[in-house]
C-alpha cells in the first residue's frame, strides 16, 4: 500500500511538512507532487475533495484517501499501532536500531519474551541510508532499508515482539521489576531493560534555521534529497556523514557544495577521493554559517564568514542539508541512570548503566564509536550480559542456546 502512497501538497503548507515528517520517520515510501506547481495535480485534488482545494491529500494504491489526517489516524492507516500482548517481559529494548535489533535476535533466539519498543520506523538512522557498504558480509554493499528490514524480519523470526509507534518517557525500577512508561501514559513491565536509542544530528542553532527546517533545511538526505532533482545544494559537515549524504545528493542534484568549519575536512580518505572525482562537487573547508535568510517562507541565501579572514560570502543554495555530528537520544532518562556530560550514558564494562537491570548499547552508549557495525556488536555484547544478568537472578532460560553460531541474515 505504502508503496503507491501520493501526496499532494504544497512546499509552504506547515500540515503538509508534518505529514511528511511522520512518513520520513517510519520510512514510509511516498511520491511528492507540489500543487503549487501542477495545475493537473490541483484538478484532481479539487475533483478528490468535492471541489475544495485542501492539502495535504493522501491517495493510497486502494483508492482510499485522507485529507489533512492527524498523527493518530494516519499511524492506523498506516497499521503503525498496537499494544504490548504480554503483562511482563524478561527483556525491554528501548530503540529498534542495529543495536536493538541485533540485541533481540540473541534475546529471541534464546526464547526469552523480549519487546522493541520503536518511536518510529525500525533500523534506526541505518534506515535512511542510502547504501551500507562496510557492513561486513555485503560485498557489494546494501541499502540502508533493506539492511533494516533484513534485521527485523531475523529478529522477529525469533519471535520477539516489536512496537513501533511508542515513545518511552521514563524507566525506573519499582521492586524487582523494570518499569519502562511512554508518553502515552502506557506502561511496560520488564526483568530487564536495554536502551538503544541511538542518536540523532544537531542542529546549527543559527538564525533563521528553525523557520525553515522542513522547508529548505533538511537533516535526512535520503528523506528529503529527491525533492531536489536538478537543484543547487549545500551540505554542512565535512566529515564522514556529510560526504556520505553529499555523494548521494549528487546523483540527482545539479551540483552539490560542501562547507566545513574546520580548516581541514574529516571525512575518511576514501571518501575524499570520491568526491574529488565528482565534477558536480566541491568542497570548502574553514567556514562557519552564520545565517540562513528567508524570502516568504522559502531559503534565499546562506550567510557564510571566512574564518582566516571574517568576511561574510552569500551562497544562494536551493536546498540545505545539515550534518554537523550526532546528539545522544537520551533526554527522556531519570538521573538514576547517569549520563557524562554530553549526555551519553555512561555504563561498566557489561554495558550496565547505573540503574541496576539497565543496559545501554550503540550510539546512546558513552565511549560507542558510532558506526553500525559496531552498534551491532555492541548489541550482541547487551543480549549477552542480560542473560548473564537475569540467571544470576534465576530468569535464564535455554541458556545454551544463546551460545550457539548465530545465522547470518537473510
Given at each position: ?63 482510499s484517501?485522507?485529507?489533512?489526517p ?69 560485498d ?7 539492511f ?80 531536489y532533482?536538478?537543484?543547487s ?21 545539479k ?93 561498566d ?8 537491570g ?22 550482541t ?30
Amino acid at each position: 500500500m505504502a508503496d503507491e502512497l501520493t501526496v499532494y501538497g504544497v512546499d509552504w503548507c506547515p500540515e503538509c511538512r508534518r505529514v511528511k515528517t511522520v512518513l520520513g520517520e517510519y520510512q514510509i515510501p511516498y511520491r511528492w507532487v507540489d500543487t503549487d506547481h501542477d495545475s493537473g495535480a490541483r484538478t484532481h485534488v479539487e475533483k478528490i475533495n468535492g471541489g475544495d482545494y485542501r492539502f495535504p491529500t493522501l491517495e493510497f494504491s486502494d483508492g482510499s484517501v485522507l485529507v489533512e489526517p492527524a498523527n493518530a489516524e494516519l499511524k492506523v492507516k498506516l497499521g503503525i499501532t498496537g499494544r504490548a500482548s504480554k503483562p511482563i517481559y524478561d527483556v525491554i529494548i528501548v530503540g529498534g536500531g542495529p543495536a536493538g535489533l541485533t540485541a533481540a535476535i540473541y534475546t529471541g533466539r534464546d526464547s526469552f519474551d523480549t519487546l522493541i519498543i520503536e518511536k518510529a520506523g525500525l533500523g534506526g538512522q541505518v534506515g535512511l541510508t542510502q547504501v551500507i557498504d562496510n557492513f561486513p558480509g555485503f560485498d557489494k554493499g546494501v541499502g540502508g532499508a533493506e539492511f533494516a528490514e533484513r534485521l527485523a524480519e531475523q529478529a522477529q523470526r525469533f519471535g520477539t515482539e516489536p512496537l513501533q509507534g511508542e515513545e518511552v518517557s521514563n524507566i525506573h525500577r519499582d521492586g524487582q521489576y523494570l518499569v519502562v512508561t511512554s508518553v502515552n501514559k502506557r506502561e511496560y513491565i520488564g526483568r530487564s531493560v536495554l536502551i538503544t536509542t541511538g542518536s540523532h544530528f544537531q542542529q546549527l542553532n543559527v538564525p533563521g534555521e528553525m523557520e525553515l527546517i522542513g522547508i529548505r533545511v533538511h537533516y535526512c538526505a535520503t528523506c528529503d534529497g529527491p525533492f531536489y532533482k536538478g537543484k543547487s545544494l549545500m551540505v554542512i559537515g565535512g566529515g564522514n556523514s556529510g560526504f556520505e549524504e553529499g555523494l548521494f545528493l549528487s546523483t540527482f542534484a545539479k551540483d552539490v557544495t560542501i562547507v566545513e568549519h574546520n580548516p581541514e575536512v574529516k571525512a575518511s580518505k576514501i571518501l575524499q577521493d570520491k568526491v574529488a572525482k565528482m565534477e558536480n562537487m566541491k568542497v570548502f573547508s574553514n567556514r562557519d554559517v552564520k545565517e540562513f535568510k528567508a524570502d516568504g517562507t522559502s531559503l534565499s541565501s546562506v550567510l557564510i564568514e571566512k574564518r582566516d579572514s571574517g568576511e561574510i560570502e552569500e551562497w544562494k543554495p536551493e536546498g540545505v542539508f545539515v550534518f554537523i555530528g550526532l546528539k545522544p537520544n537520551s533526554a527522556f532518562l531519570p538521573d538514576t541512570i547517569e549520563c557524562d556530560n554530553w549526555g551519553f550514558i555512561k555504563t561498566d564494562f557489561t554495558l550496565q548503566t547505573s540503574l541496576k537491570g539497565v543496559y545501554a548499547a550503540g550510539d546512546v552508549r558513552s565511549g560507542s564509536t558510532k558506526q553500525a557495525v559496531s552498534a551491532a556488536g555492541e548489541g550482541t555484547t547487551g543480549a549477552l550480559m542480560i542473560r548473564q544478568y537475569l540467571q544470576s537472578i534465576g530468569e535464564a532460560r535455554n541458556t545454551h542456546a544463546i551460545e550457539r553460531e548465530l545465522s547470518p541474515v537473510k
